[in-house]
T-cell receptor, first 112, second 117 residues
């Protein structure tokens, strides 16, 4: 099993550009989530999904969109990147939201 | 309102010394509690978790944590720290939605551990 994979590992964007951060898991987990990590802030939940076709907002959803068309994939979209979105992004999955979450290696995003 | 509090931003200990990292949560029911560790430039690795039962839980790398309901705490301990334990440690809590098996994971802001040789 590859576990949770994320691409790309590193990305530089200009303000206003759009991009999609990819996340995939091969553990047949229903629950998937996206976090951003900023110094001194810990990890904050952006969006999460409890199954294909079902998503909901977390603590800091503004500026981000998600969709879940399959169990395996949970992409995170930035429609118009802003410097405030410079961060490290982690995707995670678990059987249910209450179980241990398994994290991907992260995507480091720099918005200029 | 913050659900998880880690009051110590940075802790420095000598190698071989004991360690305790504090974590407090604010939640009415018994939450599901976790400790994760993150080495520089790496993802998060689960150290241990508490769902129910024995309030003293053992984890990997010689770590343990004790759930104290009366204090709303879940402190992480290790009797003898190794230089390789230097990392950032995160306490996390799952706040379960009412009537659902699902929940959302909330993290504390982390404690950076430095180990002196």
């Amino acid at each position: 099993n590859a576990g949770v994979t994320q691409t790309p590992k590193f990305q530089v964007l200009k303000t206003g550009q759009s991009m999609t951060l990819q996340c995939a898991q091969d553990m047949n987990h229903e629950y998937m989530s996206w976090y951003r990590q900023d110094p001194g802030m810990g990890l904050r939940l952006i969006h999460y999904s409890v199954g294909a076709g079902i998503t909901d907002q977390g603590e800091v959803p503004n500026g981000y969109n998600v969709s879940r068309s399959t169990t395996e994939d949970f992409p995170l979209r930035l429609l118009s990147a802003a410097p405030s979105q410079t961060s490290v992004y982690f995707c995670a999955s678990s059987l249910t939201g209450r179980e241990t979450q398994y994290f991907g290696p992260g995507t480091r995003l720099l918005v200029l | 309102a913050q659900s998880v509090t880690q009051p110590d931003i940075h802790i420095t200990v000598s190698e071989g010394a004991s360690l305790e990292l504090r974590c407090n949560y604010s939640y009415g029911a018994t939450p599901y509690l976790f400790w994760y560790v993150q080495s520089p430039g790496q993802g998060l690795q689960l150290l241990l978790k508490y769902f129910s039962g024995d309030t003293l839980v053992q984890g990997i790398k010689g770590f343990e944590a004790e759930f104290k309901r009366s204090q709303s705490s879940f402190n992480l301990r290790k009797p003898s720290v190794h230089w390789s334990d230097a990392a950032e440690y995160f306490c996390a809590v799952v706040l379960a939605d009412r009537g659902s098996t699902l929940g959302r994971l909330y993290f504390g802001r982390g404690t950076q551990l430095t180990v002196w040789p």
